[in-house]
């Protein structure tokens, strides 16, 4: 043994040893003392092992949450696949994704609160909004609507779960923040635009789509729908980066759906326009051209005529078809926005008063 080392059996020795003479001294403490030495000798803790750590009232909310809303998520069995989707009144009937149920019109669901799924039929989807409804024909006793809250009021940096069945783990729970909202997000070209959404960093698999965003006051707002792609990943997910539909645009849409058995008032701009994608000198999208023109249209209304190439539109580039139904997609019927086009090669200015879908 070296000199700069102490064995553990000395220091016991020793701190004894000092004990002792201390007692013949008539002093006190030296119970303590020795513990004390004996465990810096031996590298232990002075106590017991501490409790696995709880963050208080943060973990007691993330529980209760789950608690809360997971009866109210569903899996949905198509016959492409699975999927999620939330209970939305006591009637059966279930909000999710229009791409979900894709083209069917009977599906199997299977509730959180059952071990066998039950049978539904679709009451309508609108592949415009990615939304659909579908209903329980056989309605079991007990159902667990969700509540939906006001998206309007999600603030950037709230704490929220992203509850569903990714790749058929069913009753799934991610968590995240809200990272963004107001994102208009495009499907594909050639798919839906949608506008307004919730952009979340809660884990958004396949499966999860049609489940629920949840805020830790136990409100949906939002609708996961899709995860974003990176080019740089071969067109693969984008960690972190995901998309919920706003419960205000769910509920809005639902309750016309389920009324009407269709939408009567989407609340989407339009332009009244057939485009296509062309591409500039260097082969690169340079924005979108007009094929066809609605009569009276709002784009027709403008001055706008086919061959026309839409290049900026309420203040955003548009570089393509994809690009020019985003900048749409932020839009409102009614509003009048600045429109930016070229024309036999010179660019030009117009002002258009958006329609509806």
Known sequence: MSQSQTSPSLTRLTAAALCAAALLAGASGCTADTTAAEEA?????????PEPTRSGELQD??????????????????????????????????????????E????????????????ARLVTAYPQQDLAVIELTEKPDRLRPATFGDSRKVEVGQIVLAMGNPLGLSSSVTQGIVSAVGRSVSEGEGQATLGNMVQTSAAINPGNSGGALVNL???VIGIPTLAARDPGLGGGQAPGIGFAIPASTVTFLADQMIEH??????????????????LGDGFEPAGAALVDLTD???????????????????????????????ALAAERPGERVELTYVRDGDRREARATLGEV
């Open 41 to 49: 000798g031996s590298g232990r803790a002075a106590s017991d092992p």
């Open 217 to 219: 006051s136990g409100q």
């Open 261 to 278: 058995g269709r939408v009567v008032d989407s609340g989407r701009a339009a332009l009244g326009v057939t485009v296509r994608t062309v």
């Open 104 to 119: 069917g019109e009977e599906f199997e669901v299977l509730l959180a609160t059952r071990q066998q799924p039950v049978p």
């Open 61 to 102: 909310a993330y529980e209760d949450v789950v608690q809360e809303v997971l009866p109210s998520v569903v899996q949905i069995t198509t016959e492409d696949g699975l999927g999620s989707g939330v209970v939305y009144d006591d009637d059966g009937h279930i909000v999710t994704n229009a791409h979900v149920v894709g």
């Open 296 to 326: 009276d249209g709002p784009a027709e209304r403008a001055g706008l005529r086919p061959g026309d190439v839409i290049v900026r539109l309420g203040g955003e580039d548009v570089t393509d078809v994809v690009s020019l139904s985003e």
